[in-house]
Each structure stands twice: as structure tokens, then as C-alpha cells.
């Protein structure tokens, strides 16, 4: 399964944007998908995970409420909208796919390349 995030990008605190990840090869929708993020120099933390239907997802503590991932089957791409954006989610975004519904990045097989996101203040 091959992985491209895209949607990053600049900006200011209070804002939204939308990330995409659309997927190629393997079966998409045989997978958990999900987001994490990382600071340079940090541990890349949990955002969100969607099991294969799309019916059920789970959030980070730090994004619940201001975050909503989806997903299209069809198209093969999971999205990850972002709100009420702060400086501190400034990180690089990356999507990844299990088959586990899990939060733990260790038991994600695959990974895209990451995607810039800047929230300024």
C-alpha cells in the first residue's frame, strides 16, 4: 500500500484546513486508516483512526472536538478536517494503515511521507 498525504500548509490560529491521503496498491478497504503527527525532535503523537466501514473513529485528546477524520472508500482517500486550528498543532501530518483499530503507531503497517502543517498565532 503506497500512502500520499497532501492539504498542508499555512495557517493562522482559529482556522481550518483539510488533509487527504489517498492511497494506491493493496485493498483500502481492508484498512484502519489514520493520522499522527510529529514535532522535529519529538515523538510522533496519535490524531485520529477510522476503522474500514468509516463508522467508528477515535481521536486524540488533544484534537477531540476540533478534528474529524472520514473516509472514502471509493475514492480511496481518508481525509482529516482540521478547526479551530492552534499554534500547537503545528507539525507534520502523516496518514498511516493498520489492521488493527489501534492508536498505537507501532502496529500501523504503512506510511506516507508527511505533510507540513504551520498554524500561526
Known amino acids: 500500500v503506497q500512502l500520499q498525504a497532501y492539504g498542508g500548509g499555512l495557517v493562522q490560529a482559529g482556522g481550518s484546513l483539510r488533509l487527504s491521503c489517498a492511497a494506491s496498491?493493496?485493498?483500502?478497504?481492508?484498512?484502519?486508516m489514520g493520522w499522527f503527527r510529529q514535532v522535529l525532535g519529538k515523538e510522533r503523537e496519535f490524531v485520529a483512526a477510522?476503522?474500514?466501514?468509516?463508522?467508528?473513529?477515535t481521536y486524540g485528546d488533544s484534537v477531540k472536538g476540533r478534528f474529524t477524520i472520514s473516509r472514502d472508500n471509493a475514492k480511496k482517500t481518508v481525509y482529516l478536517q482540521m478547526s479551530s486550528l492552534k499554534p500547537e498543532d503545528t507539525a507534520a501530518y502523516y496518514c498511516?494503515?493498520?489492521?488493527?483499530?489501534?492508536?498505537?503507531?507501532?502496529?500501523?503497517?504503512?506510511w506516507g511521507q508527511g505533510t507540513q502543517v504551520t498554524v500561526s498565532s
Open positions: 498511516a494503515a493498520s489492521r488493527r483499530f489501534t492508536s498505537n503507531p507501532h502496529d500501523f503497517d504503512y
Open positions: 496498491g493493496g485493498t483500502f478497504s481492508s484498512n484502519v
Open positions: 477510522i476503522n474500514r466501514s468509516g463508522a467508528s473513529s
